[in-house]
């Protein structure tokens, strides 16, 4: 999940190499936390989060298919 997010991240950023995913597992539940340059936060974002929810849409699905566990994921 966190090369997933990182290849997505970097695609959509102007400073590639100022984004970092990291992860923390608890359980079932896995929280991927995403962080980028604060120039580029709006580009992750997007206009009213619509970047942002396609691409937790993206990874929840991803999940469901490999493990069927929770996955979360935090932009800092």
């Known amino acids: 999940m966190k090369e997933l997010v990182e290849v997505i991240a970097k695609a959509l950023v102007d ?14 539940n896995l929280t991927i936390e995403l962080h980028v340059a604060p120039t580029d936060m709006g ?28 996955v979360d994921v935090d932009i800092i």
């Open 15 to 28: 400073n590639p190499d100022e984004v970092t995913v990291t992860e923390k597992e608890n359980g079932r």
């Open 43 to 70: 580009k992750v974002i997007g206009k009213q989060g619509r970047i942002a929810k396609a691409i937790r849409t993206v990874v929840k699905a991803a999940a469901m298919e490999d493990d069927n566990r929770r």
